[in-house]
């Protein structure tokens, strides 16, 4: 047995990943009824995930606040800007495909009882009461901006703390991060009961009668990562952008993409920021402030799905008004994660614009419920890469101010 686990260990994560997918999609197709067991794995693992994120993000942002030594600069100031100018562009660009390939829906009843914002003012009102939730509460209900908020407080409060107390929350931190890496070993056979669930539930018919639609998502989200961020990140270090964006979507993308959780996948991207030799003070903040506030592909889903409808319902639509749709979708989205439902039910919001009746909308959120098996995960893998992209962008460009050399390929 333990010659077993040494060779498993010998293996990538990606390539064990792969393998979950590979046998659950077997599993689901040839034997369902016997194989029906392997379903508690997916639940299992996602049930782990989600026990574990919140607090993993208390004790990171805290611990890297109070250990923050006064006067050491960092570079956060131009990784939050960076982080909402990706979310705008990924808003327009989500406008701009949607009208050089317009969607049509066939739109479905099944999203009674959720209740959407109604107005930007409303999702701002939720944004600032989750800010000063109570922190149990905000525990309790994975409410990472409230966890959040209380992240930082605390962790400014104990800066003047005895270094003692500051080894103690450091250790914690560390402890919770160990604890998700050895949840993440677990990952191939969480996919492998999530793959399999999810077929024999929906079927794969489900999401064929939505190929068109699927295919103008996620082809927003790669243009997004493939063209986009690739063109920023060069504006930052002014050398081929790749090596770093493909390590990225490799190392931080494809875990992301499973486990559907931004909070979740936050120690796989600590270490590639180690890996490439990043600033910890820099890092150890923006990675968790990322994982809550930069949603690239939750602008793209919001922008899509409501332009969708739009199309559907033959509205014709002006240029301002499609600007502002992706300001606004980047706005609602950097909330996303503060509302019940996460981005769909922030379609609503987005179809108000436009006059789009309530009930229709909320038909549309069914639609996105139908098809979230693929595009939540495609859009946990955008935003989640990108959180370690940009925060690297922005120290190999403080190198190249120094004239250190920054040798990408070789942490590739």
């Not at 808003?91 to 930007?120: D, N, Q, W, Y």
């Not at 944004?127 to 959040?148: K, M, R, S, T």
């Not at 909070?263 to 890092?283: F, H, Q, R, T």
């Amino acid at each position: 047995m333990n010659n077993l686990l040494k060779k498993l260990n010998r293996v990538s994560l990606v390539k064990q990943i792969i393998a979950g997918l590979v046998i659950g999609v077997i599993l689901a197709l040839a034997i369902p009824g016997v194989a029906k067991p392997v379903a508690i794995f997916g639940s299992l693992f996602v049930g782990a995930l989600k026990a574990v994120a919140p607090i993993l993000v208390l004790f990171l942002v805290m611990s890297a606040i109070a250990q923050h030594k006064r006067g050491q600069k960092t570079n956060m100031k131009m990784i939050i800007f960076l982080y909402f100018l990706g979310t705008f562009l990924a808003g327009l660009i989500a406008v701009i495909a949607s009208f050089l390939f317009p969607v049509s829906l066939k739109l479905t009843a099944g999203t009674e009882g959720m209740t959407p914002p109604g107005s930007v003012v409303e999702v701002l009102r939720t944004l600032l009461l989750n800010i000063v939730d109570n922190p149990v509460n905000a525990l309790i209900n994975a409410n990472y901006i409230g966890i959040l908020a209380w992240a930082v407080l605390i962790g400014f409060a104990l800066r003047s703390a005895a270094d003692s107390t500051k080894v103690v929350i450091g250790n914690l931190a560390d402890a919770m991060s160990k604890i998700v890496a050895w949840v993440i070993k677990f990952a191939p056979l969480g996919i492998m009961g999530l793959v399999f669930e999810s077929i024999t539930t929906n079927g794969l018919s489900s999401l064929l009668g939505y190929g068109k639609l699927l295919a103008v998502l996620i082809g927003c989200m790669l243009v997004v990562a493939l063209i986009v961020n690739p063109l920023i990140v060069y504006t930052m270090i002014r050398q081929n952008p790749y090596p770093l964006v493909f390590k990225c979507l490799k190392e931080s993308g494809i875990t992301a993409f499973f486990t559907r959780s931004s909070a979740s996948n936050i120690p796989v991207n600590i270490k590639i920021c180690e890996e490439l030799g990043l600033d910890k003070d820099s890092y150890s903040v923006s990675i968790p402030l990322g994982a809550t506030i930069n949603m690239a592909g939750a602008a793209v889903t919001i922008s899509v799905m409501t332009l969708a409808a739009v199309h559907t319902l033959g509205i014709q639509v002006d240029i301002p008004t499609a600007i502002l749709l992706s300001v606004m979708a980047a706005i609602s989205a950097a909330g996303a994660s503060g509302v019940a439902g996460g981005s769909l039910l922030l379609i609503p919001l987005a179809a108000s614009l436009f006059g789009i009746p309530n009930d229709v909308a909320m038909q549309v959120v069914a639609v996105g419920f139908i098809i979230g098996v693929v595009q939540d995960s495609v859009e946990t893998a955008l935003n989640s890469s990108t959180d370690v992209l940009f925060t690297a962008a922005v120290e190999f460009r403080k190198w190249r101010q120094e004239g250190k050399v920054i040798n990408i390929k070789k942490t590739s």
